[in-house]
C-alpha cells in the first residue's frame, strides 16, 4: 500500500468520526488492545458497533480537526 492510501484512509477515519459515519467508520476500523477501558475483542462490525455505543455512554468525547497527516 503506498503512502498515499495510507494517509486517504486516516483521512477517512477522521471525516466519518467528525460526521458520524456510523458505517463508513466500520469499513475503516480494526481496534486491538488491553491497556485501556474499551479494550477487549471486537470482531466485525457488530464488535465495533458495541464498542462505540460503550464509548459512547461511559466516555466523554469530542472530534477535533486535525491539523495535519503525517504517514
Known amino acids: 500500500m503506498r503512502i498515499q492510501d ?3 484512509i486516516v483521512k477517512d477515519f477522521f471525516a466519518a468520526m467528525g460526521s458520524g459515519d456510523q458505517q463508513g467508520l466500520l469499513a475503516l ?3 486491538p488492545g488491553e491497556d485501556w477501558p474499551l479494550a477487549g475483542t471486537h470482531r466485525g462490525h ?6 462505540l ?3 459512547s ?3 466523554e468525547t469530542s472530534f ?7 504517514a
Open 6 to 8: 495510507n494517509v486517504q
Open 29 to 31: 476500523s480494526a481496534l
Open 46 to 51: 457488530p464488535g465495533l458497533q458495541g464498542l
Open 53 to 55: 455505543q460503550t464509548a
Open 57 to 59: 455512554a461511559e466516555m
Open 64 to 70: 477535533p480537526e486535525p491539523p495535519e497527516f503525517v
